[in-house]
């Protein structure tokens, strides 16, 4: 019994601490984008530049940049968007007319731009190059939506490659030859539009894309970019996560479904 007793408080403890912290942090974070608007950032990050790689290729080092960059740029985000709301709360409580709403109208459009520079103000605290942190994002980005693409053309061609197997079987079962010409003329257009896609595809195939892609899977699921790029500015940020993890199992799903129907 004291065992538990001891275990359970060492646990609330420690669940104290962390909020304590993240409440810090926060306060931490308040402090600095009242002390420091996003004129003053910018000016801050006038003489950043940086010439991308020819070739569009990422590094290891850049990836794990961007990873360890990502979750301070969502507080930042986060403790702008609640100030947002603040401003926006109090702007309409004193009358938008009135000289305080409009003062609160002027914090409210001064704390969405600290909300949409996030990103360049984490890069700036963790001392990194805006300007190569915002290419190397754009990058991973890219690698993120059409990860998102490609598990949508996954779930398309499967359910397509059910429909044609199924109307391969219709017509091999076919007995008269009207009704097998129907079919075949069906099957051949589906072949062609099979093959005029992975023609397509390859065409279209970038090699700094898939290199990166290879690249950012030795840290996380791709998808995650994206899915962490829309939390970052929600009020549920932990929804809109579960949200594209479940749009992500149900294409999984929907695509073993078609193959197992074939």
Same mark, same amino acid.
């Given at each position: 019994?004291?065992?538990?007793?001891?275990?359970?408080?060492?646990?609330?403890?420690?669940?104290?601490?962390?909020?304590?912290?993240?409440?810090?942090?926060?306060?931490?974070?308040?402090?600095?984008?009242?002390?420091?608007?996003?004129?003053?950032?910018?000016?801050?990050?006038?003489?950043?530049?940086?010439?991308?790689?020819?070739?569009?290729?990422?590094?290891?080092?850049?990836?794990?940049?961007?990873?360890?960059?990502?979750?301070?740029?969502?507080?930042?985000?986060?403790?702008?968007?609640?100030?947002?709301?603040?401003?926006?709360?109090?702007?309409?409580?004193?009358?938008?007319?009135?000289?305080?709403?409009?003062?609160?109208?002027?914090?409210?459009?001064?704390?969405?731009?600290?909300?949409?520079?996030?990103?360049?103000?984490?890069?700036?605290?963790?001392?990194?190059?805006?300007?190569?942190?915002?290419?190397?994002?754009?990058?991973?980005?890219?690698?993120?939506?059409?990860?998102?693409?490609?598990?949508?053309?996954?779930?398309?061609?499967?359910?397509?490659?059910?429909?044609?197997?199924?109307?391969?079987?219709?017509?091999?079962?076919?007995?008269?030859?009207?009704?097998? %010409?129907?079919? @075949? #003329?069906? /099957?051949?257009?589906? +072949?062609?539009?099979?093959?005029?896609? &992975?023609? !397509?595809?390859? $065409?279209?195939?970038?090699?700094?894309? %898939?290199?990166? @892609? #290879?690249? /950012?899977?030795?840290? +996380?699921?791709?998808?995650?970019?994206? &899915?962490? !790029?829309?939390? $970052?500015?929600?009020?549920?940020?932990?929804?809109?996560? @579960?949200?594209?993890?479940?749009?992500?199992?149900?294409?999984?799903?929907?695509? &073993?479904?078609?193959?197992?129907?074939?």
């Amino acid at each position: 019994m004291r065992r538990t007793f001891s275990t359970l408080l060492t646990l609330s403890l420690v669940f104290a601490g962390c909020k304590a912290k993240e409440a810090f942090d926060k306060a931490k974070i308040s402090q600095d984008l009242s002390k420091r608007g996003t004129l003053d950032l910018m000016k801050d990050v006038a003489n950043d530049k940086y010439d991308p790689p020819k070739d569009g290729k990422l590094t290891d080092g850049q990836v794990q940049m961007y990873l360890k960059l990502r979750g301070h740029a969502k507080d930042n985000a986060q403790v702008a968007r609640k100030e947002a709301e603040a401003h926006a709360k109090a702007a309409d409580k004193a009358g938008n007319k009135s000289v305080a709403g409009m003062i609160e109208g002027f914090k409210t459009l001064g704390s969405a731009a600290d909300m949409f520079t996030a990103d360049i103000r984490a890069a700036k605290d963790l001392g990194y190059n805006t300007q190569e942190y915002l290419w190397v994002k754009g990058q991973i980005l890219a690698v993120s939506t059409t990860a998102m693409g490609e598990k949508l053309q996954q779930t398309m061609s499967a359910q397509m490659d059910a429909s044609y197997a199924q109307m391969k079987k219709t017509y091999d079962e076919a007995k008269d030859e009207q009704t097998k %010409a129907m079919y @075949k #003329q069906s /099957l051949d257009a589906m +072949e062609q539009s099979r093959k005029e896609s &992975a023609v !397509e595809a390859q $065409k279209n195939a970038d090699p700094a894309l %898939a290199y990166n @892609k #290879q690249l /950012l899977s030795k840290y +996380e699921n791709a998808l995650n970019a994206f &899915a962490n !790029e829309m939390a $970052k500015y929600s009020d549920k940020p932990e929804e809109t996560q @579960k949200a594209v993890d479940d749009w992500q199992k149900n294409l999984d799903k929907a695509t &073993a479904d078609a193959k197992k129907s074939q």
